[in-house]
């Protein structure tokens, strides 16, 4: 199966979703050199912004990939009110959406610790350096934990380059 | 040619831990170099590259 992050980060954006970029894919917008198989966001989980997510990507036969029976991602009003977090099989890839992060806390406490990046193909929010460092942290797998070692010399060694300029 | 990674000379201990933990930190610092986008480019590039080699393997697998 493809992963497409820009194809899949285009779709989000065209539906207007509210989302912070977070997970692995943060990690190498900040300049981490680990791959990373799926395309995690953080999201607003009103009715309005989980139907804007259904319509990104209704086109990409999207199914609950954790689910046993691989279910369709089709979302009812009932579902909207008591989804916590939806793990996606698309098309185009993994998409994991999550209301809340690790070390971090919801939607609203995600965004206010986000900064912004512009991408040639839409404005996006993702978490700041030293919030993805304390949300790799709280969740501390041993995958997080290597993932930890190189952000933290990132966020070194970026600090003292812009004590040098 | 080939030969091994030189540290920078004020690397703080954060980032001398990274390599000795065994990261390649050359290519972290090619990243730092990079465009948020260019990195993701980059990372879309090493994605289909592993997912090529995945699917190859699978496909050996079962003949």
Avoid at chain 1, 68 to 75: G, I, S, T, V, Y
Avoid at chain 1, 95 to 102: A, I, K, M, N, Q
Avoid at chain 1, 145 to 165: G, H, S, Y
Wanted: hydrophobic content about 40%; proline content about 4%.
């Amino acid at each position: 199966m493809p992963q497409n992050d820009k194809a899949l980060l285009s779709l989000l954006k065209e539906q207007e979703v509210e989302f912070v970029i977070i997970g692995g894919v943060c990690g190498v917008l900040h300049g981490a050199s680990l791959v990373t198989l799926d395309l995690d966001i953080c999201c607003r989980f009103t009715r309005e912004n989980l139907r804007r997510i259904e319509a990104a990507v209704k086109d990409l036969h999207p199914r609950h990939r954790l689910a046993a029976n691989k279910l369709p991602f089709e979302l009812t009003d009932e579902l909207c009110s008591s989804l916590k977090n939806i793990y996606l099989n698309t098309d185009l890839g993994v998409l994991d959406c999550l209301s809340e992060v690790s070390g971090i806390g919801n939607y609203e406490q995600v965004l206010q610790r986000s900064i912004p990046h512009t991408l040639s193909y839409g404005a996006f929010r993702i978490l700041n350096l030293d919030a993805l460092i304390a949300a790799k942290s709280a969740v501390g797998r041993e995958k997080d934990l290597d993932a930890l070692r190189m952000l933290r010399a990132i966020k070194e060694r970026t600090a003292q380059q812009k004590e040098l300029f | 040619m080939n030969g091994k990674y030189v540290m920078p000379p004020d690397a703080g201990p954060a980032w001398r831990a990274a390599v000795a933990y065994g990261f390649d930190m050359s290519l972290v610092e090619d990243a730092l170099r990079l465009t948020p986008e260019q990195r993701l480019d980059q990372h879309q590039r090493a994605l289909d590259t592993i997912l090529e080699v995945k699917e190859a393997g699978e496909r050996h697998a079962a003949k």
